[in-house]
């Protein structure tokens, strides 16, 4: 089955950090581009981060690039976000989520997504 | 970058057909055919419906179709039914520095 299982939430402080994984399975992760996209309680889907297959190519969002780093390990079919400096405007769910691919051809559309992890940074 | 914009709610009864639209700027939607279409159910995981302004993946029902003019793109939902009562959003591929952007979302009614 294909799936993907976020895991790393919870409840953090206001400036402090936390850092959140994205296990794959049931399909050939090191192939895919991956993206993290986050909704705010009650809130409309914002695109964070990507990366690329290989890991060489990486893009930010305006409102997380310095913050949070975006990485993953091919070899263990994982993504991870490491948020640093958080703030209450992080708080949200968390998707990782795949890039539609087909062959080498990316089709700019998020495909398999993965069940949420709720992070919420409150003092 | 600003989301893209579509209305808040748009409703319809069952077998009507419904439109929902995302406007975007020249730098987004009009610029690329790389527009997308998902679908949440409360409390679940977006599911894509339609990529590429008017593609559907193996196993989306054809009753959703998509398109686009100039800066705006359109979702339409033909013979609407219960299940398809859920929020939608769009989102636009908006090049190497903004990457992607998102619509504001539009919660369907099926009345």
């Known amino acids: 089955e294909v799936q993907l299982v976020e895991s790393g939430g919870g409840l953090v402080q206001p400036g402090g950090s936390l850092r959140l994984s994205c296990a794959a399975s049931?399909?050939?992760?090191?192939?895919?581009?991956m993206n993290w996209v986050r909704q705010a309680p009650g809130k409309g889907l914002e695109w964070v981060s990507y990366?690329?297959?290989?890991?060489?190519?990486?893009y930010y969002a305006d409102s997380v690039k310095g913050r949070f780093t975006i990485s993953r390990d091919n070899a263990k079919n994982s993504l991870y976000l490491q948020m640093n400096s958080l703030r209450a405007e992080d708080t949200a769910v968390y998707y990782c989520?795949?890039?539609?691919?087909?062959?080498?051809?990316?089709?700019?559309?998020?495909?398999?997504w993965g069940q949420g992890t709720m992070v919420t940074v409150s003092s | 970058q600003s989301a893209l914009t579509q209305p808040a709610s748009v409703s319809g009864s069952p077998g009507q057909s419904i439109t929902i639209s995302c406007t975007g700027t020249?730098?987004?939607?009009?610029?690329?055919?790389?527009v997308s279409w998902y679908q949440q159910h409360p409390g679940k995981a977006p599911k894509l419906m339609i990529y590429?302004?008017?593609k559907r993946p193996s196993g989306v029902s054809n009753r959703f179709s998509g398109s686009k003019s100039g800066n705006t793109a359109s979702l339409t939902i033909s013979g609407l039914q219960a299940e398809d009562e859920a929020d939608y959003y769009c989102?636009?591929?908006?090049?190497?520095?903004?990457?992607?952007?998102f619509g504001t979302g539009t919660k369907v009614t099926v009345l």
């Open positions: 989102c636009s591929y908006a090049g190497s520095s903004t990457v992607y952007v």
């Open positions: 990366i690329s297959s290989s890991g060489s190519t990486i």
């Open positions: 020249s730098s987004d939607v009009g610029s690329y055919n790389l």
């Open positions: 049931g399909f050939t992760f090191s192939s895919y581009e």
């Open positions: 590429e302004v008017s």
């Open positions: 989520a795949t890039l539609l691919m087909s062959g080498l051809n990316k089709h700019h559309a998020f495909d398999i």
